[in-house]
C-alpha cells in the first residue's frame, strides 16, 4: 500500500477541511478529481500519498469500531485480510457496509456481500447463519464474479457514468497482499505487510 487512507463520514467542505488540516488531500467525485472512490485514481499514487476518503456509510462503519482491530476487506484483498484477521483475534466480525441511498436510507450492496463472502471463505472455524449465507453467496458467484457485478445496481449505475473500468478492477479476485488496518484514523498496511 503506497499510502494511507482516513475515512471521514462526511462529504463537501467538511471532508477537505480535515483533509487540509492533515496535510492530506480530499479524495472527491469521480471523474471531476485526482483521487476518489474510483479504485483507477489510486493506481498512480505516489507513494506516502495521505488521501482522505468521504464515504458517509463506510467511514462510519470504521470509525464506530472503537478499539477493535479494524481492517479493510474487498475482492481484490480477501485473502489477504482474512490471514490478518486470524492472526490478530480468534473472533471475528466480518461486516458487508453497503451503500446509501440519497435520502439516507441503507442499500444493500451485492459486492459487499461478495466481499464480505469472500472473507469468510478463508477463516476457519464456526460461522454465524449470516456468513454461512455470505460465504454460499461468493462461492456460488465466484466462477462469474465481473458478469455479477456488472449487472448489480451498482455496476449497473458505473456503466451509465462511463466507470465500467471500476468494476474490473472490483471484480479482480485476491489480486492484492495488502491487508489495511485502521491505525489513529487512517488505514495503513498491516505490519506483516511492510
Not at 14 to 33: K, L
Not at 63 to 90: D, P
Not at 95 to 121: K, M, N, T, Y
Not at 136 to 161: D, K, V
Amino acid at each position: 500500500m503506497a499510502h494511507s487512507s482516513s475515512p471521514f463520514a462526511e462529504t463537501g467542505y467538511a471532508a477537505r477541511s480535515f483533509a487540509e488540516r492533515h496535510d492530506a488531500v480530499c479524495a472527491g467525485r469521480r471523474g471531476e478529481e485526482r483521487y476518489s472512490l474510483s479504485p483507477r485514481t489510486f493506481a498512480s499514487a505516489p507513494r506516502g500519498t495521505r488521501i482522505v476518503l468521504p464515504s458517509p456509510n463506510g467511514a462510519s462503519l470504521s470509525l464506530g469500531t472503537g478499539h477493535v482491530t479494524t481492517l479493510s476487506a474487498c475482492l481484490r484483498n480477501a485473502t489477504s485480510v482474512a490471514r490478518e484477521a486470524q492472526r490478530v483475534g480468534k473472533r471475528i466480525t466480518v461486516i458487508a457496509a453497503g451503500e446509501r441511498w440519497p435520502d439516507g436510507q441503507l442499500r444493500p450492496a451485492v459486492e459487499d456481500l461478495l466481499g464480505a463472502g469472500a472473507v469468510v471463505s478463508t477463516l476457519g472455524g464456526r460461522r454465524s447463519p449470516e456468513a454461512e449465507a455470505g460465504q454460499r453467496a461468493f462461492e456460488a458467484t465466484a466462477p462469474r464474479l465481473r458478469e455479477a457485478l456488472l449487472g448489480s445496481a451498482s455496476g449497473r449505475q458505473l456503466i451509465e457514468w462511463g466507470f465500467a473500468d471500476d468494476v474490473d478492477l472490483a471484480a479482480a479476485w485476491d489480486v492484492s497482499d495488502c491487508a489495511p488496518v485502521l491505525v489513529d484514523s487512517a488505514f495503513r498496511a498491516s505490519a506483516s505487510n511492510e
